[in-house]
């Protein structure tokens, strides 16, 4: 779906980011204070209610409109015009996130209206940067914070204020509580800083567990590699579902001295993209994978599994020598 502007000239709203962190601790002593909210498993999503009508801005500019025509529509029923909100939109099954669900809208915008009848989304607001025509990024969190309360006491659902807390105890309870509802973690922010578009100011912390999965190519010299491209037996079939982060240059050197090039068959083909495989990321552009002989490696996860593909990089842990690819399974996923 290509970026737009709408008929009043608007275009695509750039907004804040965050950089990942290992552990909680590492959040408590931002600029100003810190206030926590949950890292919601959906799709971010700028609410634009600068003009006649309201615009679903992507992060990465694209206009979701279409796919999301709930969440417009109650938009301009309850955001005042000269208003820009910043959220997430997710879909509930249940009691548990279905980011499936979401995909399914952005592919098939055409069957939006029939999907939001039978999986309706909802919005989780964290942030307003834009109020009454006035641009509110170079105010501090604590003072959006209070503008967003109160345009939200007006709201009913989908729209919805996301959770946020100032008590790291509240906090450390959302994060061991949450996680069977599909929440990935949490967000940390300063209350005294204000919104910088583009900028990784803000903090996650994300829930990882280790998983075994098939190694069975690589991507650089089979000497030294670079990232690996990991497998999971689904359908009957070794189908690729991720990739690690680029490897540190002693895991490098452990792997290359632990994997042997493929034979003649292999499962894999020797180029793939993003078009053709799950689980690498949103370029299209191709990849040449260094095929192997398949082994076991253990590596770090977050929960955003989908059943079919781990949806954000993996982290190599170790070789599993001891075991062999048939004795791998793809995780359990309520999704």
């Not at 000239?9 to 950089?19: E, H, K, M, N, Q």
């Not at 979701?64 to 301009?76: D, G, H, K, M, S």
């Not at 189908?239 to 034979?263: D, E, K, M, N």
Request: charged share 25%.
């Amino acid at each position: 779906m290509p970026t737009s502007r709408d008929p009043d000239g608007r275009g695509p709203i750039d907004v804040a980011l965050a950089r990942a962190v290992e552990s909680i601790a590492e959040t408590s002593a931002l600029p100003g204070g810190t206030m926590w909210s949950p890292k919601w498993d959906g799709y971010r999503l700028v609410i634009d209610r600068r003009g006649a009508d309201v615009v679903l801005w992507s992060r990465r500019g694209t206009d979701l409109t279409a796919p999301f025509p709930e969440i417009a529509e109650a938009a301009r029923q309850q955001v005042p015009v000269g208003t820009v909100l910043d959220g997430e939109t997710v879909v509930w099954s249940g009691d548990r996130l279905n980011f499936s669900a979401l995909q399914r809208r952005v592919a098939s915008p055409r069957t939006a209206a029939r999907l939001a009848r039978e999986q309706p989304a909802s919005m989780a607001v964290f942030d307003v940067l834009e109020h009454d025509g006035t641009d509110m990024r170079r105010q501090p969190l604590r003072h959006r914070q209070r503008v967003l309360e109160t345009l939200a006491r007006t709201w009913s659902p989908p729209l919805n204020l996301s959770p946020t807390t100032t008590d790291i105890d509240v906090a450390a309870a959302w994060f061991r509580d949450m996680v069977a509802a599909g929440i990935e973690g949490l967000v940390a922010k300063g209350a005294g800083q204000p919104y910088r578009p583009g900028r990784r100011d803000w903090l996650k912390v994300k829930h990882r567990s280790t998983v075994d999965v098939v190694c069975a190519a690589v991507i650089g010299p089979i000497g030294r590699p670079t990232v690996v491209v990991a497998g999971l037996p689904i359908g009957g079939e070794l189908r690729i579902v991720g990739r690690t982060v680029p490897l540190t240059a002693l895991a490098s050197r452990t792997l290359g001295r632990q994997i042997q090039a493929a034979g003649e068959a292999h499962p894999w083909p020797p180029v793939v993209t993003s078009a053709t495989v799950n689980g690498f990321g949103g370029s299209r552009d191709p990849v040449t994978l260094t095929r192997i002989e398949p082994i076991v490696v253990e590596v770090s996860a977050d929960v955003a599994w989908s059943g079919q593909s781990f949806r954000h990089p993996l982290r190599l842990v170790r070789v599993r020598p001891e075991l062999h690819p048939d004795e791998v399974s793809p995780p359990s996923t309520t999704a």
